[in-house]
């Protein structure tokens, strides 16, 4: 295998092993737990949490030591936790503050295995940014897929067996991240985080497109990590293997999307697109909140699927044009903050709505503040104009702190 093809094998193990706990979690908040819907949204945010406090650091430790051995170890303390998870399990001792805490715990190395990850993208990469993001999400998805669909047997091959596989995954990508071969180290300055804000801030595209992503996380995301399992285990009352079909047809549609985006030419208006995702996902929530039946639901997950298969890939792409080398790690791990801090925001308000309000009207509400984004993006041009190139601003290698 080439470089790039042991990348997407890290890739690709390590989202089956992310797809595992997409189901686990919620569910045995639920289900082992009895949880309430502020209490899952608790549970869901603790996992994102932590990228308010540690992804800006992480991006840092990106550019100044991109190093394959640190994310190697990061997956190996990953693969720690999931099994500190089942000695709970096993011991029968699992309670709401362990199941917190252990979602903190995977939340904050993850907070530093997402840019470095993305970071060594532009160093194994032998094709454009678009394209590379593209591959890469493919396998993300693909292999995320298969981890929901091991979780969605729970019920009938018991929890062990579910997590002892997550972490093997694990130790596999971080025995195929030793293989990539080491990255130069930087010296590493704490201070040099804000020099990354300050230029991001300054680039109009960086700055609206860091918006649109956290509004994407604090309204969607929020909303589907906690509305989600709440609907399939209160209004449609069904089972653990019920909502990893559901995550699978939303997963599926993030495939289909990717290798829509890998066949085709380079979308030259990726801001457009972007908003145009944001419109048609509000048109989705809507008609999930009216109670669709069972074949509607799953066909509109599908389709949600879709829409942040495009999102996501376009997203990543568009900032890692416009990031110089020498910022890269620190631009994605702002962007990555903007997008993960926002959720667990969003997902403690989704709970708070769906206890007080109910689901339909969490659903309403999203959606009506995703519909006005977009009619304020088109009138403002912000984003809408913009077209997919290289990065034309000087790399400020000397000057970054």
Known sequence: MNTMQRYLGVVGSASFANGVQVVLLPWLALLSLNSSAQELG????????????????GGVLADRYPSVK??????????????SLLGLLHAKNLQLPALIIYGMVIGAINAFIQPLRERLLANVSNTSVQRSVSWASFFQYSLQASGVLLAGQLDQIGIGPVLALQVLALLVAAALCLSLGEVKAK?????????????????????NLTVLVAFNGFLHIGAFVVVLPLLVRDVYQR?????????????????????????????QRPGRALYLCVFYAALIMLAISAGPLLRGLFILVFLWGLLTGVSASLGRSLMQSQAPQSLRGRLLSIY????????????????????????????????GASILLFVSAYFLKSLWAVEQSTNKNPDPENSAP
């Open 70 to 83: 640190y994310l190697a170890g990061l997956y190996a303390a990953l693969a720690l936790a999931h099994f």
């Open 239 to 267: 089972s653990a293997d019920f909502y990893a079909w559901l995550q699978l047809s939303f997963v599926l549609g993030t495939i289909i999307a990717t290798m829509g985006l890998i066949r085709r030419a380079e979308v």
């Open 42 to 57: 608790w549970v869901q945010a603790s996992v994102l949490l932590p990228s308010l406090l540690l992804m800006l650091v």
């Open 187 to 207: 010296r590493f300055e704490l201070a040099a985080w804000s020099y990354g804000l300050a230029y991001c801030w300054r680039n109009k595209i960086t700055r």
């Open 336 to 367: 990555q903050l903007a997008l993960f801090g926002s959720a667990p925001l969003g997902a403690i308000a989704a709970g708070y709505g769906a206890e007080h309000f109910g689901l339909q009207i969490v659903l309403q509400v999203s959606a």
